[in-house]
């Protein structure tokens, strides 16, 4: 982008060029997230846009590598792995989410 490279050498560019740059690649992710079949469906959800669909298609790229939704957020980090990853009383689900610094300083309980 020219406005940064002229701001790095000390002269200031205009803030029209500026904001016409930004509005250059406004338009190009638009373009290119209307040409990915999955980004439009994924544009009408309320609150996702271009950026943000064209992110989602990047990192994920082909869905049936997934057997399950739930993978698919579980790849993002959104969500463990697995609902059966937390067997056992909700104390020890509780526990496990503490860091261990946590249960070292608590010491021995009389």
């Known amino acids: 982008m ?54 989602f298609v990047a990192l994920v790229d082909d869905l049936s590598r997934f057997r399950r939704t739930e993978n698919v957020g579980a790849f993002l980090g959104l969500m463990p792995r697995s609902s059966k990853a937390w067997i056992g009383p909700p104390a020890s689900r509780d526990a496990a989410m503490e860091p261990c610094g946590v249960h070292c300083s608590r010491g021995r309980q009389p």
């Open 2 to 55: 020219q406005c940064c490279a002229a701001s790095r050498m000390g002269s200031l560019p205009s803030i029209p060029r500026c904001a016409q740059a930004a509005a250059d690649l406004d338009r190009a992710v638009k373009e290119k997230a209307g040409m990915h079949a999955v980004a439009r469906r994924l544009m009408t959800v309320p609150g996702v846009g271009p950026i943000v669909v064209l992110n």
